[in-house]
């Protein structure tokens, strides 16, 4: 969506307040049994001057933004993003949050992971998410982060699904590739020196973005991973709300 910047940056809440409202309707790998209590956003203070967001992606955009890459020896094709509702096309947009900026912020309810940036401003992306029973909240860090990475459910996950015995963490994991459930990119959630299992993750299934069909994790278009894991580093903040 597209804002006037001539607006307050109070004015422009109200407008973000209702289109969050109309917008409420993974990973493969569990959350485990690790559960944190989420922190308070800081209050949001009305800058100088008015917020400056950049106007939506145009169609033309779009089709390179979700058009085929090459990346890491791998061609990752275009994503019909005709297909997709646009609220989930990555775009700029006002800062719902009150976070500092370089936090990460995956709002579950309306499927939207924000990436706080200066001046009251953030970048948005659709998601998936885990599904009921396999949700985690919180708050942690990104302890570390992997390009192609392999895949290895956890324990738990293969004795529900026997299946998966040949992609175990004895055994290996899954190579990395373009049906690896990771994707092209995935940064690893810690929280008090310990890993949460829980991820986000590129996705070679562009259907689930806005759904809630994984075991735990934030799934986004490997486009989205991309721009996301550029812009992301190591030990920024994330907070997780359901």
Known sequence: MSFDTSLSRRSLLSLSAIAAASALAGCASTAGTSRMVGRQSTPLQDPVGPVHIAPAPTDSELAVMYGPIEDGGFLIPAVPYKQIDPRYYRQQVLDPTGEAPGTIVVDTPSRFLYLIQPGGTAMRYGVGIGRDGFAWQGNGVIQWRQK??????????????????????????????????????????????????????????WRSIGKAVSSGCVRLLNQDIIDLYERVPIEAPIVVKQ
């Open 148 to 205: 192609w990475p392999r895949w290895k459910p956890p324990n738990e996950m293969v004795a529900r699904q026997p299946e998966l015995a040949k992609y175990s963490i004895a055994n290996g994991g899954m190579e990395p590739g373009l049906k690896n459930p990771l994707g092209a990119r995935a940064l690893y959630i810690f929280s008090g020196g310990r890993d949460t299992l829980y991820r986000l993750h590129g996705n070679p299934q």
